[in-house]
């Protein structure tokens, strides 16, 4: 059994900074995908950012590149760095775990294991 557990949300002024954290247990390595995704109120989720096969480049969404940074610090665990926060990054956070296709790297679906969200709130 797969549990991710993520931390680090909370409420910040625009332009500040947050990192979350994700740290799975029970299937971990770099075989697998770690992504992030959020949904904020009456929104679909949407992906985030998530690391790329080994030696490859991460993957980010184009409403966040250039401002957050996804990370594996070690097998079990995960950084989403966020910077220049906007409040139309308002959402819950969640982790995720999936299958090294890049291809489905953007779907959801397409991980298997979630965490239980935390919420990042941004202060106009």
């Known amino acids: 059994q797969v549990q991710l557990v993520e931390s680090g949300g909370g409420t910040v002024q625009a332009g500040g900074s947050l990192r979350l954290s994700c740290v799975a247990s029970?299937?971990?390595?770099?075989?697998?995908?770690m992504g992030w995704f959020r949904q904020a109120p009456g929104k679909e989720r949407e992906f985030v950012a998530c690391n790329g096969a080994s030696g490859g480049a991460p993957i980010y969404a184009d409403s966040v590149k250039d401002r957050f940074t996804i990370s594996r610090e070690n097998a079990e665990t995960v950084h989403l760095q966020m910077n220049s926060l906007k409040p139309e990054d308002t959402a819950v956070y969640y982790c995720a775990q999936g299958l090294m296709i890049r291809a489905l790297a953007r779907t959801p679906s397409s991980y298997s294991y979630w965490g239980q969200g935390t919420q990042v709130t941004v202060d106009s």
């Open positions: 029970g299937r971990t390595g770099s075989g697998y995908r």
